[in-house]
């Protein structure tokens, strides 16, 4: 507001007039602002050298540029049990990795191990964000150079699916859409997608080929399937190269025992045979729940084709440096051997030499009698072949891993 009581043509004294800080018009103050002008440029240049100097920041550097002979991979669950041991084998192959993982099935302590084992500046890093939220992601991909995506990241157990339907068409689905915008949006031209023989249902024929109609009866497998078909629709439109990996039971462990298995307690019920197994052999249960004894196989129980993680890895790997441009390869991933759980239980028996205690129950929902793969289009077209196929021995090396971490990775 005007003043109209003071005279208009009234001088006003000279007088400071504060600025961030900084007075500019008393001259008596002239060599004071010289003197902070100048300490503060010294300190802002001291700050960037000790910036340059530090891991951390040219490590930033590294990973959000593209470099000739090095190709970058983002690892979606890399904090999971399969996706931390296929990081190990990137990171040992060379490749420089990304994992990105919300916590919600993965392990912090699997990141720890493998920052312990390469932590040279530029060959990994872990970036805590949720697949569903598509702001935080767009921004991962905005701020890091990748070359490609194999999309782990899933809440992956049947029983689980058919109680809570929607966590696995958002958590598989949705956040596969998430993913895959992003890479679209940003050029990246390759993709391999973790899927699983869960899209086939329960087939009528055996063993499963990839011309097998996909049916599959839970909605894990339908959320999965979802998935796939989403991928493939975008892909007829677009030069990324796509591989698609459909797999079965996994089990085993990195064999020099840096890695293993450590589902969260309270999804035991919903989890792996082996880690049931492994569980009653420590007597952290009382004793082996197999649910399902009259279904139309040898022995009444289900049967399954059991791969060891590091076949599976090894695939992924395949898949990887065999990606085209334009090309879409779709393959099972598997022994081509099915073993009934009364099989698989006898066998976890010898390799943790432990009296198990079995209790047949009926069976569980979602679950299927027979299921083995026929792994002959990815020998034939990628020179892939399972070899840890003698599963006591798989069972033996991943139950060394459990004794020696009975709390799974602890609290890191």
Known sequence: MINPGRPRNQSRPTRSMPFSGLE????????????????????????????????????????????????HV??????????????????KDKYRVTIVDNLSRGNLGAVKVLQELFPEPGRLQFI?????????????FSENAFDAVI???AVAYVGESTLDPL?????????????????????????????????????????????????????????????EDII????????????ILRYFNVIGSDPEGRLGEAPRPELRDHGRISGACFDAARGIITGLKV?????????????RDYIDVNDLVDAHVKALERAKPSKVGIYNVGTGKGRSVKEFVEACKKATAANIKVDFEPRRPGDYAEVYSDPTKIRLELNWTAKHTDLQESLEIAWRWQKAHRDGYGSA
Request: net charge positive; glycine share 8%; hydrophobic share 35%.
């Open 24 to 71: 500019y018009a008393d001259p008596k103050k002239k060599g004071n602002l010289v003197g902070k002008i100048l300490l503060a440029a010294a300190l802002t240049a001291l700050c960037i050298i000790m910036l340059k100097q530090s891991p951390s920041f040219n490590t930033t550097n590294v990973f959000s540029k593209h470099e000739e002979g090095v190709t």
């Open 74 to 91: 983002l690892v979606t669950g890399g904090a999971g049990y399969i996706g931390s041991h296929a990081a190990l084998r990137l990171l």
């Open 128 to 140: 805590y964000t949720d697949l569903g939220d598509a702001k935080a992601v767009n921004k991962i």
């Open 151 to 153: 999309h782990f990241a």
């Open 167 to 227: 966590k696995y068409y958002h958590n598989i689905t949705s956040n596969t859409l998430v993913v895959l915008e992003s890479m679209a949006a940003k050029g990246v031209k390759t993709l391999i997608y973790s899927s699983t023989c869960a899209t086939y249902g329960e087939p009528k024929k055996m063993p499963i080929t990839e011309e097998t109609p996909q049916v599959p009866i839970n909605p894990y497998g339908k959320a999965k399937k979802m998935a």
């Open 232 to 243: 493939l629709d975008f892909s007829k439109n677009s030069d990324m190269g796509v591989m």
């Open 291 to 303: 649910k399902g004894t009259d279904y139309s196989t040898a022995d009444g129980t289900c049967v």
